[in-house]
């Protein structure tokens, strides 16, 4: 059972509202939320901003990394602990308890970290990063859509590196039908 908050909001971010507008219809609806505040898609910009303030003042939250070169080690996907496993476990539990799992979505909102890197990472790289991760989904969980939350607009201040993410995230989602 989801509330609301006193602005009239479902609360528990974007799964929330989607979990109730699914159920609506009838579904049952399992939400795994594997986000990490403070994560980067690039390794670049994990090791260049946590624990600092970068050249634009934003402080990093240190929330490690989704880049998955060098095999993935250490990637907040694939490590012991990650969103591998927790998936798999949620799913595993959702089988035992008896629910027949019929679409399997994700949700990415994701991007600050790797924008606040003040040009470390470049729009190709992102790109390449998500569509590698996507890849990884699609192999690992045959998920039926990768839905990409785009970047904000950094408060509206005109910022290049933001626009580079939002431009690699359009990228990403525009290569796939899914």
Same mark, same amino acid.
């Given at each position: 059972?989801?509330?609301?908050?006193?602005?009239?909001?479902?609360?528990?971010g974007?799964?929330?509202?989607?979990?109730q507008?699914?159920t609506?219809?009838?579904?049952?609806?399992?939400c795994?939320?594997?986000?990490?505040?403070?994560?980067?898609?690039v390794e670049a910009?994990?090791?260049?901003?946590?624990?600092t303030?970068?050249?634009?003042?934003y402080?990093?939250?240190g929330?490690?990394?989704?880049d998955?070169? /060098?095999?993935?080690?250490g990637?907040?996907?694939?490590?012991?602990?990650?969103?591998?496993?927790?998936?798999?476990?949620?799913?595993?539990?959702?089988t035992? &308890?008896g629910?027949?799992i019929?679409k399997?979505?994700?949700?990415w /909102?994701?991007?600050?970290?790797?924008?606040? &890197?003040?040009?470390?990472? *470049? &729009?190709a790289?992102?790109?390449t990063?998500?569509r590698n991760?996507i890849?990884r989904?699609v192999?690992?969980?045959a998920i039926n859509?990768?839905l990409i *939350?785009?970047?904000?607009?950094?408060?509206? *201040?005109?910022? &290049?590196?933001?626009?580079?993410?939002r431009?690699?995230?359009? *990228?990403a989602?525009a290569?796939?039908?899914?």
């Amino acid at each position: 059972p989801l509330g609301q908050t006193l602005l009239g909001r479902v609360q528990g971010g974007p799964q929330a509202a989607f979990a109730q507008t699914w159920t609506a219809g009838g579904g049952v609806v399992l939400c795994v939320n594997v986000g990490v505040n403070g994560a980067s898609m690039v390794e670049a910009a994990k090791t260049t901003q946590t624990g600092t303030i970068s050249t634009l003042g934003y402080e990093s939250l240190g929330g490690g990394t989704w880049d998955l070169a /060098a095999g993935g080690v250490g990637s907040l996907y694939t490590q012991v602990g990650g969103a591998k496993d927790i998936i798999d476990k949620a799913i595993a539990a959702a089988t035992a &308890a008896g629910f027949s799992i019929v679409k399997k979505i994700v949700v990415w /909102a994701q991007g600050e970290q790797d924008g606040n &890197a003040a040009g470390l990472i *470049s &729009a190709a790289t992102y790109d390449t990063n998500l569509r590698n991760l996507i890849d990884r989904f699609v192999a690992d969980y045959a998920i039926n859509a990768f839905l990409i *939350s785009g970047l904000g607009t950094n408060g509206g *201040s005109a910022n &290049a590196y933001w626009d580079a993410i939002r431009a690699a995230q359009v *990228s990403a989602a525009a290569a796939r039908s899914t």
